[in-house]
């Protein structure tokens, strides 16, 4: 059963939280009649975004050894173990874990339950496809509840991007970032965690798009929370040294709305969250940053621990001036960076003072002011630390991969008032959050809600937040935005724009009229409404937006239903191709126009590119392939159907069909083949939905020869992809890769 404040408390958090709201004009605005409770932990940081609770009475200690509420263990529950951190909103907890492990139907899924009892009330499973995440990595990101609505929004370790209801779990959007934008999901697993910011819910990741984005970047999209429409779209310099997961904090920097973010490129950045406008950026790593900041008016404090710039030392923790513009590398410190080797839990600020724990479970505390230490750094019990830190109730709780502690800051420093060592499977990736006077462990196995029975939540009010300057002392546009920014359409398929004017601080300004004008094939009214080509072709074109001075653009493809046919003679990459043109040319071979894929682009010669709509289902790729050899190795090379692969392993000379390549076990069948270097073979894969199943069958023969009648590999998959785009497959680490020829039709009847 929910424990209730009294009846004075409540209204005094409703009051507060529509006041705060209000004053901010940030975050989810409450609906009619919606009731935003103070005490719920709607994302992973908490309600203020710095992972500090403002509950008083919660418990110093606990004791897992002991049964039940003897060691404040209210309840426990071993489905919701994993590496994510949950959230709680209306009396429920969310998170996302492994479904599933270690069996042919295991993905990924998010699952909901009764904050107060652990009891389950639904769960949202979804599969794991085209991607290099190992199982044990999955769950890397947190929910991101929406306190004005009620919905949840979850991101999958392959991209998979959803909005659920949260009363009932029902998908009520969602989006293949990896299908359609070109998001990159890697052996590392980093997954980031989307940010709900008024009408908006933002998401990142290192993206490899099509057209002027084909080159990787750490890119955000800003979707409609409600629709799932993109809304801006924009990146960091390309080609970065890694992907990330910094979460960003929306505050307000200097009267103006930012979206302050650590980068896969080394930077951080703020931006303006409604149109994704560059506000200032500071250098900080040459590698990427993955602890979320800390936001206090208008400083910004953040930290890492991989290679600095202006040595070869490793690790800072740093004060930003937030209030500048610009590039503000060189002018933004606000004191020289203080050591430490903090890259993975983000630090807390309380009271002045920087709480930073490092990777080798070190904490160290810097006057926030100054950047001097306080004290000396305080050894923890474990080598490991990649949780970050909660703050309640005048304590400091805090979770070692393999210990808890509990710190209360003091003059001097802190002073260690409980820990304990935890059992070798408890061990702790997530982050302990507090709720309802109850705390919220998540380990590798089980979640703990920890508490005593009787308590009372109470609460001390939050401080008053930066307000921005009204968007009525500035009336004048500088920022103009047309929405959607991108769209993929087929031909004939009406999409109507809409241009909405903000000022120079990115606030709304109205919506309004344009002039438009379009750089390649379709036809735009005045009303902004864009009618494609009809013919079957495949196609992108630019849509600019202009009123009087200012002007934006969206990027349009247009993608016909099958058949498609691809000779590349043109000798140009298809357009539309999402992750293709970076990584690929077009080259004269054997005197035709043919795709190849080259050895020598930095990390890109291991990949896949997407075609078309992600709706597709039961139809056939065909393509004729050649592998080169180079020092006695040949590359893999294969096409995508459905949401699965079949590869041409030269390396391994056999074919295998698979749909998440890390986690063979899931699901995968392999056969020999053996295969020729420097021969054109003709591969053919056939993906259709029979009975609940995904039926998968491929062939391949030498061009030279006839199509063999049966076919060479056949596998049947128990927990099927029923739709997903076509696309090609490569590793050309070792040896070039060749396609020409490429077909893919709907599937003939039987």
Not at 251 to 260: D, E, I, R, T
Not at 361 to 376: E, F, N, R, W
Not at 548 to 553: E, S
Not at 693 to 714: M, S
């Amino acid at each position: 059963m929910r424990l209730n404040c009294h009846r004075w408390f409540a209204a005094l958090i409703i009051t507060l939280a529509c006041a705060w709201c209000a004053a901010t004009q940030l975050g989810p605005a409450p609906a009619a009649g919606a009731e935003i409770d103070l005490l719920d932990w709607p994302n992973w940081r908490g309600p203020e975004q710095n992972g500090i609770s403002r509950e008083t009475g919660i418990i110093d200690g606990w004791d897992p050894e002991a049964t039940g509420v003897e060691g404040n263990v209210l309840w426990k529950n071993r489905e919701l173990g994993g590496i994510s951190t949950p959230i709680v909103m209306r009396g429920k907890l969310y998170t996302i874990v492994r479904s599933d492990p270690d069996t042919a139907k295991e993905g990924e899924k998010v699952i909901c339950v009764d904050a107060a009892t652990g009891k389950k009330i639904w769960e949202s499973k979804f599969n794991v496809y085209l991607s290099d995440v190992p199982a044990e990595r999955v769950g890397w990101s947190s929910c991101v509840g929406d306190p004005a609505t009620g919905h949840v929004y979850a991101m999958g370790v392959c991209g998979f991007f959803q909005c659920l209801d949260g009363e009932t779990g029902k998908t009520l959007w969602k989006r293949s970032l990896n299908e359609e934008f070109g998001l990159l999901t890697t052996y590392g697993g980093r997954t980031n965690v989307p940010v709900l910011f008024e009408d908006l819910v933002i998401i990142s990741g290192v993206i490899i798009g099509w057209g002027d984005m084909a080159k990787p970047a750490h890119r955000f999209l800003a979707f409609d929370k409600k629709t799932g429409d993109t809304i801006w779209f924009n990146g960091t310099r390309p080609l970065p040294e890694d992907t990330t997961y910094s979460t960003p904090v929306v505050s307000v920097l200097k009267g103006q709305a930012a979206l302050v973010f650590g980068s896969g490129d080394g930077g951080v950045y703020a931006w303006q969250p409604r149109t994704g406008r560059p506000i200032w950026n500071f250098q900080l790593s040459r590698r990427g940053l993955n602890v979320s900041p800390v936001v206090d008016n208008d400083r910004v404090f953040i930290a890492q621990a991989e290679e600095n710039l202006d040595n070869a030392t490793m690790g800072a923790i740093v004060g930003i001036d937030g209030s500048k513009t610009g590039d503000i590398t060189k002018t933004g410190e606000l004191w020289p960076p203080a050591q430490g080797m903090v890259g993975k839990s983000s630090p807390l600020l309380v009271d002045g003072r920087l709480y930073a724990f490092d990777d080798g479970a070190k904490l160290y505390i810097i006057d926030a002011a100054t950047g001097h230490p306080i004290g000396k750094p305080v050894k923890m019990i474990g080598t490991i630390m990649r949780s970050s830190p909660v703050y309640a109730d005048g304590k400091i709780f805090a979770c070692t991969t393999s210990a808890w502690h509990v710190f209360r800051p003091t003059k001097a420093g802190v002073q260690l008032i409980h820990k304990l060592r935890l059992s070798a499977q408890d061990e702790v990736s997530g982050s302990p959050i507090i709720s309802h006077g109850r705390i919220y462990l998540p380990t590798g196995v089980q979640l703990y809600c920890l508490g005593k029975p009787d308590v009372k939540p109470a609460a001390v009010p939050r401080p008053a937040p930066p307000t921005e300057t009204p968007a009525a002392n500035d009336d004048q546009p500088a920022i103009v935005q047309v929405v959607p920014a991108e769209v993929l359409l087929k031909p004939g398929q009406h999409q109507k724009f809409t241009v909405r004017l903000f000022n120079e601080r990115g606030q709304f300004l109205k919506i309004s009229p344009a002039s438009f004008t379009l750089t390649g094939p379709g036809e735009i009214d005045k009303e902004g409404s864009f009618l494609p080509a009809s013919a079957p072709a495949h196609t992108a074109t630019i849509l600019t937006a202009k009123v009087g001075d200012l002007q934006t653009q969206a990027r349009i493809r247009v993608v016909p239903d099958l058949p498609w046919k691809f000779d590349f003679s043109d000798g140009q990459v298809p357009v539309t191709w999402v992750g293709a043109r970076y990584r690929n040319i077009v080259r004269d071979v054997g005197g035709n126009k043919t795709l190849v894929k080259l050895t020598t682009i930095p990390k890109g010669t291991r990949s896949q590119s997407l075609m078309g709509q992600n709706d597709f289902h039961d139809y056939t790729v065909q393509a004729d392939v050649m592998g080169a050899i180079a020092n006695n190795k040949m590359p893999d090379a294969g096409v995508i159907a459905q949401r699965y692969t079949f590869d041409l392993m030269g390396s391994d000379q056999q074919v295998q069909i698979r749909s998440w390549t890390s986690q063979l076990g899931r699901f995968s069948k392999s056969a020999p083949f053996h295969w020729d270097p420097n021969t054109w073979y003709t591969v053919k894969f056939r993906a259709a939905a029979e009975n609940g199943k995904a039926v998968l069958k491929g062939k391949v023969w030498k061009r030279a020869a006839a199509e063999p009648a049966e076919w060479t590999i056949e596998a049947v998959d128990e927990a099927p992809n029923l739709v997903g785009s076509p696309g090609l497959f490569g590793n050309a680490s070792d040896a070039e890769i060749f396609i020409d020829n490429l077909l893919v039709t709907k599937n003939t009847p039987k």
